[in-house]
């Protein structure tokens, strides 16, 4: 289904006894955050709004939606949107400055990800990942940094450890990640007269539906296997929404969750070769049968991709996973 971009109203109203809400300088201010159906968008929508933030979800589930939104303390506005449209997310800026008031602070957190070989991919998927994990990120700033300028705000670009090292099998995600990352620090250089902040956070193994099928890859899940043990360890969502939000509470330029990826900065140069040498000796190994074909990660992925399909497939061609 074509995402409508319908308003789906406010839930909820501000606890001003919440000690949390009472301190926080988030309380009042408008947050956006895109994929915030379920994961890490979901719960850092929980996470602002505890932090006494108004604040609006984007996303491609309008139940889904509704449901990340229907604990949440303070004003919210649900809007379903694909990221990819840009006079979607134009109505969806709209709506935001009219119910909730101009955006303080943006996250860019939409993100699909598939696995499996680049010739096996078929030409379309591969593009969708570009489509929403980069050129989806810029429509996002682009649609509201009006209101940005006007508050002089936050704008968090939310990348991955995929660009520190490009992983075989992930080939879109990583190179999309890569780009999302250079498209923010170049934003931050264009936004600093207007007084815009921009950041962007680097994640890492978090418990989402995307991460589920990495293991079925023998390639991934070797590559994962020689990691430290500590580098293996999954974050909850809700520890990663914390991170962040002490992020954008202190407009960081960059911010890392797991706090320990800081060091690991230094060492980016050394990550390619690396996973270059594991991903060569697990492919020869394996004789080219890596995986059960190309697949789209995580229900949210899914839901994505099928809502696209439908929207520009001929009908005769239409169907679901």
């Known amino acids: 289904m074509k995402a409508s971009g319908r308003g789906l109203g406010h839930h909820g109203i501000s606890h001003p006894s919440s ?5 926080s300088p988030l309380r009042g201010r408008v947050a956006v955050v895109t994929g915030a ?11 602002l709004s505890a932090a006494g933030a108004r604040v609006a ?5 309008e139940e889904r939606l509704r449901e990340a939104a229907a604990g949440l303390l303070t004003p919210t506005l649900c809007f379903e949107a ?16 009219a119910r909730l008031g101009p955006a303080d ?19 379309d998927l591969w593009q969708r990942v570009i489509d929403v994990n980069l050129t989806g990120a810029a429509n996002t700033v682009r649609a509201f940094l009006p209101q940005l300028a006007s508050t002089r705000g936050y704008f968090l670009q939310v990348a991955s450890t995929a660009s520190f090292g490009s992983a075989p099998m992930m080939s879109a995600y990583c190179a999309s990640k890569s780009g999302a990352e250079s498209f923010a620090q170049a934003l931050r250089c264009e936004l600093i007269p207007d007084g815009i902040a921009v950041g962007v956070a680097y994640l890492h193994w978090t418990g989402t539906d995307m991460i589920r099928g990495f ?15 500590f580098a293996r360890r999954v974050q909850t969502p809700a520890r990663v929404a914390d991170l962040l939000t002490t992020g954008i509470v202190h407009r960081a330029p960059r911010v890392y969750a797991p706090p320990w990826l800081r060091w690991c900065q230094p060492l980016r140069p050394v990550f390619p070769a690396l996973v270059a040498h594991i991903s060569r000796r697990e492919l020869q190994r394996r004789s080219g049968s ?17 809502a696209h399909r439908s929207a520009t497939s001929p009908p005769q061609d239409r169907q679901t996973d």
């Open 19 to 23: 000690p949390r809400t009472r301190v």
């Open 37 to 47: 159906a379920r994961g890490v968008g979901a719960a850092l929508a929980a996470a």
């Open 57 to 61: 979800l984007l996303g491609r589930e």
């Open 82 to 97: 694909d990221v990819t449209d840009p006079a979607t997310l134009d109505a969806a800026a709209r709506e935001v400055e």
């Open 105 to 123: 602070v943006v996250v860019a957190n939409a993100g699909i990800a598939v696995s499996g070989p680049f010739r096996e991919i078929e030409a």
């Open 215 to 229: 293991d079925d890859n023998p390639v991934l899940r070797a590559l994962r296997a020689h990691q430290p043990r």
């Open 290 to 306: 890596f995986t059960a074909g190309p697949g789209v990660l995580g229900e949210g992925g899914l839901a994505d991709w099928n």
